[in-house]
């Protein structure tokens, strides 16, 4: 199994920025892909950025160029550098992970809150 710990939420103005990390414990050599996705009040849970083992990263449209997610040397912890913030990427921002046999960890969650 796979155990993940986010930080780095909070509140932040329009404009601003935050990074958020998750940092990985247990069976970390079976993780093939990592990510985060975000879960606005009312919405469904959607695609924010993963990053694959291999390096190949893939953002939202509506984050392009303005969110940049990273992963440590060892692997172990993943970040979201999110700036140029907008009202609308407020959310719970949740990081994952997907394991070779196929399983998709996730973390608490952590709350991103942007005012206008």
């Known amino acids: 199994q796979v155990q993940l710990v986010e930080s780095g939420g909070g509140l932040v103005q329009a404009g601003g920025s935050l990074r958020l990390s998750c940092a990985a414990s247990?069976?970390?050599?079976?993780?093939?892909?990592r990510g985060w996705y975000r879960q606005a009040p009312g919405k469904e849970r959607e695609l924010v950025a993963t990053v694959a083992s291999g390096g190949r990263i893939n953002y939202a449209d509506s984050v392009k160029g303005r969110f940049t997610i990273s992963r440590d040397n060892a692997g172990n912890t993943v970040y979201l550098q999110m700036d140029s913030l907008k009202p609308e990427d407020s959310a719970v921002y949740y990081c994952t992970v997907h394991v070779f046999w196929g399983t998709d960890y996730w973390g608490q969650g952590t709350q991103v809150t942007v005012s206008s």
């Open positions: 247990g069976r970390v050599d079976s993780i093939n892909r």
